[in-house]
């Protein structure tokens, strides 16, 4: 079971909900933050590392003397990433998407691949919780090439749960991460800004037709516009997590909900149960 959890923004408590659900877990499971720009479930599933390594993408590198500035390269490449001013090409290696056309098609033979490093991989062992991070170089604009790494560690956890924390926005990464998912929590917020993005990011996971729900967050903050338009679409709305200022402070240590108030322990549950029974179902909702 693969449960990518998303949002239409950040702050709304998207990993707030990722963490949370992945402590309340009785057994053994697997997260994957894929929001590589800034993955903050280590901040709350506190454990070892069991696994560090730096990640590389290939990128072309130009052997000058045989470039001829036939152009084809620039062509040919479809991001961007080489111009040929001069006579000869220029690759700009952040902008590659390491698709290898330019090397494939270039008459001359004068670009090669070579690894160009873009972030680090880092897997932690938090007691029930087994947490697979990326975290993306700064400067890099690379974030997919990334996440579909920390994505391959799926064939790892065949047979436990996963649950995917995506970044948040409706950008090519939150697309990325969320593909093949079993179902997506979409965790909102009932502010003007919050229904905005939420809206959004409805219609992102409408269009790459995957199974839905939704989490509203600080419930009691703001108002009720996301729960109304939810029932009013029959959105499915799988739990109402309550605004309080001690689940604030709380949250500020870097502590979890799950452990210390049994009250958000049993709402992580039943969020559990909903979940399951949506999965095995294999229903689809409101499209």
């Known amino acids: ?135 993306l170089d700064v400067g890099k ?11 391959s560690y799926i064939d790892h956890f065949k047979d436990i749960p996963i649950i995917i924390d995506s970044p948040p926005g409706t950008s090519c990464p939150m697309v990325w991460t969320i593909e093949n998912s079993d179902y997506v929590v979409l965790v909102a917020e009932s502010t003007a800004f919050g229904f905005h993005d939420f809206k959004i990011a409805l219609n992102t996971v409408k269009d790459v037709d995957l199974p839905y729900g939704v989490v509203i967050n600080k419930h009691g903050l703001g108002d009720n516009r996301v729960e109304k338009y939810c029932i009013e679409n029959n959105i499915p709305i799988l739990a109402r997590i309550p605004f309080s200022k001690e689940v604030a402070t709380s949250y500020s240590k870097g502590d979890l909900l799950v452990e210390v108030d049994p009250s958000y322990q049993k709402i992580f549950e039943q969020l559990w149960e909903e979940l399951r029974n949506r999965v095995s179902s294999g229903a689809k909702d409101e499209k």
């Open 1 to 135: 079971m693969k449960i990518a959890i998303a949002s239409g923004k950040g702050g709304t408590g998207k990993t707030f909900v990722s963490s949370n659900l992945a402590r309340s877990y009785k057994q053994r499971i697997a997260l994957l933050d894929c929001d590589v720009e800034e993955p903050n479930n280590k901040l709350f599933l506190k454990g070892e590392i069991v696994e560090q390594r730096r990640h590389a993408v290939l990128v072309p590198k130009l052997k000058s003397d045989l470039c001829d500035g036939c152009r084809v390269c620039q062509q040919v490449c479809e991001f961007n990433s080489i111009i040929v001013m001069g006579g000869k090409a220029m690759v700009f290696e952040d902008l590659c998407h390491s698709c290898g056309a330019c090397t494939l098609m270039c008459p001359q033979k004068a670009l090669y691949e070579v690894d160009h490093e873009i972030g680090n991989i880092i897997v932690r062992k938090s007691k029930n919780v087994e947490l697979v991070e990326g975290l």
């Open 141 to 151: 604009a690379l974030a997919v090439p990334l996440i579909r790494e920390v994505k």
